[in-house]
């Protein structure tokens, strides 16, 4: 009678473990690609060039977790511009702020119930979780 309790607890420790280490690698990303928009983002000249040069460094920092999966996006508050505009300099001073997500699912056995934090649809700072759960983060700096 306990060896279905102690195998559901080990498996749901197991799930959890591997889901906060995708967290962990996930928010590392996320900050590597802030720091590369907050650092070389005023010298790139356009929105468009510091998104990519941030994107990149997200998901070169990624590391264990599978790049074609992340789902990120960059954006910046005084400029009011996001990637998929071109003609927008960026200024030292603006704020950008990058976020991403990546696929989670940590059901609780024998309930409907699944303890990742975003639902298929939900969005978060412009970006949209795109399978059933997701796990995400942001980060905001100041452009420098």
């Avoid at 420790?13 to 280490?21: A, L, M, R, V």
């Avoid at 997701?134 to 905001?140: E, R, Y």
């Amino acid at each position: 009678m306990v060896v279905p309790l102690l195998g559901t607890m080990l498996v749901a420790i197991i799930f959890g473990g591997i889901t906060f280490f995708n967290y962990a690698g996930l928010a590392n990303a996320v900050a590597a690609g802030a720091r590369e928009l907050g650092e070389d983002g005023g010298n790139q000249g356009t929105a468009q060039l510091a998104c990519e040069m941030a994107k990149t460094a997200l998901v070169t920092a990624a590391g264990n977790l599978n790049a074609s999966q992340i789902t990120s996006g960059e954006t910046f508050v005084s400029a009011s511009d996001t990637c998929s505009v071109t003609t927008a300099p960026l200024v030292q001073g603006d704020t950008g702020t990058v976020t991403a997500t990546y696929p989670c699912n940590l059901p609780i056995p024998f309930t409907n119930l699944n303890l990742c934090p975003m639902k298929s649809g939900a969005t978060l700072n412009g970006v949209t979780c795109p399978t059933t759960y997701c796990i995400s983060a942001t980060t905001t700096v100041i452009i420098q």
